[in-house]
Structure formats: structure tokens, C-alpha cells
């Protein structure tokens, strides 16, 4: 069964809580259930959060030394900031997709540009939490 990793970046532990007339009332935890509940018997799903930026780059690494098939990223603010991040997808040669759920493009002119787009496949923004399911869809189709 393919494996695809599921990272989400700093704040993202917060979600339900923080700015719901942005990011919406649901959780990670709902998040992850929804995803398992819709992938389960299709996907292996690793599920990862981290505020901390070195630990979402070791997890990018440890996914190509574990083989996986595709890596969903929502790097959150360090999106906006984080060349080693870009590198780190640079370096993996795992298919990846970058997440948002809002439209990056909607809102302050410093959330318009992502260091880490250019080294992912494809970007989805503005779809809330469906652009999970949709990159997971099309990372097993790939
Ligand atoms: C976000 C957008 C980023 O600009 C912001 O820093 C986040 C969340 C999103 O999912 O819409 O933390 O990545």
C-alpha cells in the first residue's frame, strides 16, 4: 500500500481554535479522522505536526529514506520564510503537494509568496480542509 505523509507546520496544532473565520472549527484530530476514514484500505497515512522547522525537515527526510509515495505539506507561516524547507523537498524526490486552507493569495501581500511551491508538484489554497483529501486523491493517482 502506498505511504504518504501528512505534515503540517507551526500553529496547526491549533486549529479549531485559532481564527475559526479563517481556518474553520474543525481540528487536526478531525482532519486526521476524516483522511483516515476516507484513505483507509487505499493509503498508509503517517500524520505529522510540528512548530518546530528542523522537525518538519527531518520528517521530510526520514519519508524518502522510508520510501514514501507522496508528501502533503502545509508548512503554515514558514511557507512564507523557509529556504531549508524548500531544499528538503528539493532533496526528498518525493512527489509533494502544498497545502493551504485559505487562499494564501486573498490575503496579506507576504502570504504571496512560498519558498516551498517550487519544489512541490502542485499548490492547493482556498479549499479549506477538502484540499487534504484532494492532494491525497491525487498523489495515489499519480
Ligand atoms: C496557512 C496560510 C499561512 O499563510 C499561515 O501562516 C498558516 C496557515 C493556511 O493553511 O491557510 O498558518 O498555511
Same mark, same amino acid.
Given at each position: 500500500?502506498?505511504k504518504?505523509? %501528512?505534515? =503540517?507546520g507551526p500553529n496547526?496544532?491549533?486549529?479549531g481554535? &485559532?481564527?475559526p473565520e479563517?481556518?474553520?472549527?474543525e481540528?487536526?484530530?478531525?482532519?486526521?479522522?476524516?483522511? &483516515?476514514?476516507e484513505?483507509a484500505?487505499?493509503?498508509?497515512l503517517?500524520?505529522?505536526q510540528?512548530?518546530?522547522? +528542523?522537525?518538519?525537515i527531518d520528517q %521530510?527526510?526520514?519519508a524518502?529514506d522510508?520510501?514514501?509515495?507522496? %508528501?502533503? %505539506? =502545509?508548512a503554515?507561516?514558514?511557507?512564507?520564510?523557509?529556504?531549508?524547507?524548500?531544499?528538503?523537498l528539493l +532533496?526528498?524526490?518525493v512527489?509533494?503537494v502544498?497545502v493551504?486552507?485559505?487562499?494564501i493569495? &486573498?490575503r496579506e501581500?507576504f502570504r504571496?509568496h512560498?519558498?516551498?511551491a517550487?519544489?512541490?508538484?502542485?499548490v492547493i489554497c482556498?479549499l479549506g480542509?477538502?484540499?487534504?483529501?484532494?492532494?491525497?486523491?491525487?498523489?495515489l493517482q499519480r
Open positions: 500500500m502506498k504518504i505523509a %501528512i505534515l =503540517n496547526l496544532d491549533r486549529l481554535l &485559532r481564527e479563517i481556518y474553520g472549527k481540528t487536526l484530530g478531525d482532519l486526521e479522522q476524516a483522511l &483516515r476514514r484513505f484500505g487505499k493509503a498508509e503517517l500524520f505529522f510540528s512548530n518546530h522547522e +528542523g522537525e518538519l %521530510i527526510a526520514q524518502a522510508s520510501k514514501f509515495a507522496g %508528501i502533503v %505539506i =502545509n503554515a507561516a514558514f511557507t512564507h520564510t523557509s529556504v531549508a524547507l524548500r531544499d528538503a +532533496g526528498a524526490h512527489p509533494a502544498e493551504h486552507i485559505s487562499n493569495y &486573498r501581500p504571496h512560498s519558498f516551498t517550487p519544489a512541490c508538484e502542485a482556498g480542509l477538502e484540499g487534504y483529501h484532494a492532494a491525497v486523491r491525487f498523489l
